[in-house]
């Protein structure tokens, strides 16, 4: 048995009890460490530099706003999407529609009533609310010996018609009764003849935009003789369910 120095044995367990201890302060100092850095992971750090290509923070608020808004539409078009107009031979719907005299500030009834007088105007743009009643007051105009002129229909888009055209809807009693005036025969005719084209009044101008014109691709009657100005050649009772055409020339509103 191989005996060995006592003082040696001594030295070596100090020395190692030395070693010992460092090792546990190293690894001490790496768990603080650690816990206080941020980990490490394999992956690269990128910094994002801000440029003026970036959106800017409000990025939701401006995608709303670029987002396109819809045309905002006339309510009249839900009971009438569309109106037609029998136009007279100088009514040129490149130009728009507009009344004759749009300040003149007649009344409805006296309008409806009297508009086929000769010389009479008014501000009111009178239309018919289908273009079944446009055309056949078109075919009794034809059929009267009325040759000149009113054969064309425009048809006008309501849903696009701007705020400051003025809409006013004849169509039922209901709606006419707040337009009378103090003449009872002026009543009478106003009732028949709106009830007859269920009639439309627009003031204002009616932009392009809001019109297409429907050529007439009919005959004009051979029977029919042009009665340019005379209003003899027009029947005394000559009327379309009640409308008188007495004196009826281009002139009038309708």
């Known amino acids: 048995m191989d005996a060995r120095n006592p003082a040696i044995c001594s030295e070596d367990i100090e020395i190692q009890k030395n070693q010992d201890e460092k090792i546990v302060e190293t690894n001490t100092f790496r768990k603080r460490r650690n816990s206080t ?18 959106k ?27 109106l037609y107009r029998l136009l007279h031979e100088n009514e040129d719907i490149t130009k728009g529609l507009s009344a004759k005299s749009p300040g003149a500030g007649k009344d409805v009834a006296t309008h409806v009533a009297t508009g086929s007088k000769r010389g009479y105007s008014s501000q009111n743009i009178s239309t018919c609310s289908s273009i079944y009643k446009a055309k056949s007051f078109r075919n009794l105009k034809l059929n009267s010996g009325y040759k000149r002129g009113m054969k064309d229909i ?19 009693r ?14 009478e005719k106003f009732h028949k003849f709106a009830e007859s084209h269920q009639e439309v009044l627009l003031v204002g101008t009616v932009p392009v935009s809001c019109l297409k014109l429907i050529k007439f691709t009919g005959v004009v009657p051979e029977s029919d003789i042009s009665c340019s100005d ?5 029947s005394d009772n ?17």
């Open 238 to 254: 000559l009327e379309f369910d009640g409308y008188d055409f007495n004196n009826s020339n281009s002139d009038s509103d309708w």
């Open 154 to 172: 425009a048809e006008i888009d309501v849903g696009s018609l701007p705020d400051n055209v003025k809409f006013i809807d004849l169509t039922t």
């Open 37 to 54: 850095s941020p980990p490490v992971t394999d992956e690269p750090v990128t910094k994002k530099i801000k440029t003026d290509c970036d």
């Open 230 to 234: 005379s209003d003899e050649l027009l």
């Open 56 to 82: 800017p923070e409000n990025e939701e608020e401006n995608d709303e706003e670029n987002i396109p808004q819809p045309v905002k539409r006339r309510e009249e078009a839900v009971k009438f999407p569309k």
């Open 174 to 187: 209901a709606l006419r009764d707040k337009y009378e005036i103090g003449d009872r025969e002026i009543n």
